[in-house]
Nanobody
Framework: QLQLVESGGGLVQPGGSLRLSCVGS????????IGWFRQVPGKEREDVGC????????WYPDTMKGRVTITREDAKDTAYLQVDNLKPEDTAIYYC??????????????WGQGTRVTVSS
């Protein structure tokens, strides 16, 4: 199955920023919308945002607007998630996923293994 690879997670202090990267494992992301999600133990995976195939449009849930920015760079075949003003409750495993267009989580079939983000002082 096609897979994605996330990177860039780590430990960051509250109020800091972090940028995560997403690439395809042996395939290009250029024909896919890329969604970002996160999951904490005992909770369901939740939306962080999505960027269209062209990069022209992005979507963020209301809870993340103002703190999250999703971009993509075709020359590097990479999608990015930046989260600003990080809070302890942002601690989670962050995943990227690919689909033909931004959609609901159930429609994404190509996933990464996740990268851990820990927000703590």
């Amino acid at each position: 199955q096609l897979q994605l690879v996330e990177s860039g997670g780590g430990l960051v202090q509250p109020g800091g920023s972090l940028r995560l990267s997403c690439v395809g494992s042996g395939f290009s992301l250029t024909n896919y919308a890329i969604g970002w999600f996160r999951q904490v133990p005992g909770k369901e995976r939740e939306d962080v945002g999505c960027i269209s195939r062209s990069g022209e449009r992005t979507w963020y849930p209301d809870t993340m607007k103002g703190r999250v920015t999703i971009t993509r760079e075709d020359a590097k075949d990479t999608a990015y998630l930046q989260v600003d003003n990080l809070k302890p409750e942002d601690t989670a495993i962050y995943y990227c996923a690919a689909h033909g267009r931004c959609t609901v989580i159930e429609e994404y079939t190509f996933w990464g293994q996740g990268t851990r983000v820990t927000v703590s002082s």
